[in-house]
């Protein structure tokens, strides 16, 4: 009578470890004496103690941090760059039959990835087009850990660290790029100046009275300033009169 209740127990401990419980988000690959079976879950399964066994996956977004990577671009500079790198499992049959340790398998391979993609690029384009370079890295280790069954659904680089040296020839480039902006400004701003003169003096030149005008403008700008500047107009016709009189000839005395 014992034994008989001693192996209603085990029995009942048997069956009751035979049935599992998966959340939402995971997965049981099933194997049966070793073979692949099937994929179950989620909700309550059962497994088949001895005759079966269940490795559990997630299909959680996985946020991997990569280790910084001493890179040298195309251009021949030293730069240590890290990246977070954004994966889920899609297929959990390949994820545990296909690749021993798929984690470990996808941080190896960004880190690789990482130092190639990087190494063909130049620091500017590194610096100024990181989406791009974002996208092209995350197409690439997606294209090799398909077969894994794992989806990388973002790279993102998050610190490029420059050298001192480079930092301050960038901080050079800079300030000479801000001065030779500043001087071009200018430039196009006495261009601009000179252009507005001439068109000014064209007016005047067709339209005389004009030029009274501007002197008169000239004369109520000095009488607001209180200052005991003295002025005296001078018709520029009579300088011209004087300009155009004719002159003494020293040869010929009697001509006026």
């Not at 200052?227 to 001078?234: D, G, M």
């Amino acid at each position: 009578m014992n034994g008989f209740i001693v192996g209603l127990i085990i029995l009942l401990v048997i069956l009751f470890s035979a049935f599992k419980v998966l959340r939402e988000y995971e997965r049981g690959v099933i194997f049966l004496l070793g073979k692949f079976y099937k994929v179950k879950g989620p909700g309550l399964i059962l497994v088949i103690p001895v005759l079966q066994q269940m490795v559990k996956i997630s299909l959680r977004t996985v946020v991997m941090d990569v280790p910084p990577q001493d890179i040298i671009t195309r251009d021949n500079v030293t730069v240590r760059v890290n990246a977070v790198v954004y994966f889920r499992v899609i297929d959990p049959q390949r994820a545990v039959i296909d690749v021993e340790d798929y984690l470990y398998a996808t941080q190896q391979l960004s880190q690789t990835t990482l130092r190639s993609v990087l190494g063909k690029s130049q620091l500017d384009d590194l610096l100024a087009h990181r989406e791009k370079i974002n996208d092209h890295l995350q197409q690439v280790i997606d294209q090799q850990t398909e077969p894994w069954g794992v989806k990388v659904a973002n790279v993102e680089l998050k610190n490029v660290d420059l050298p001192t040296e480079m930092q301050r020839a960038l901080a050079k480039q800079a300030e000479a790029e801000r001065e030779r902006r500043a001087k071009v400004i200018h430039a196009e701003g006495e261009y601009e100046a000179s252009k507005r003169i001439s068109d000014a003096a064209d007016i005047i030149h067709a339209h005389p009275p004009a030029l009274q005008l501007r002197f008169l403008q000239t004369m109520l700008d000095l009488s607001v300033d209180k200052t005991s500047t003295v002025f005296f107009p001078f018709p520029l016709e009579m300088l011209k009169s004087l300009a155009g009189a004719p002159k003494s000839d020293d040869n010929n005395p009697g001509t006026a």
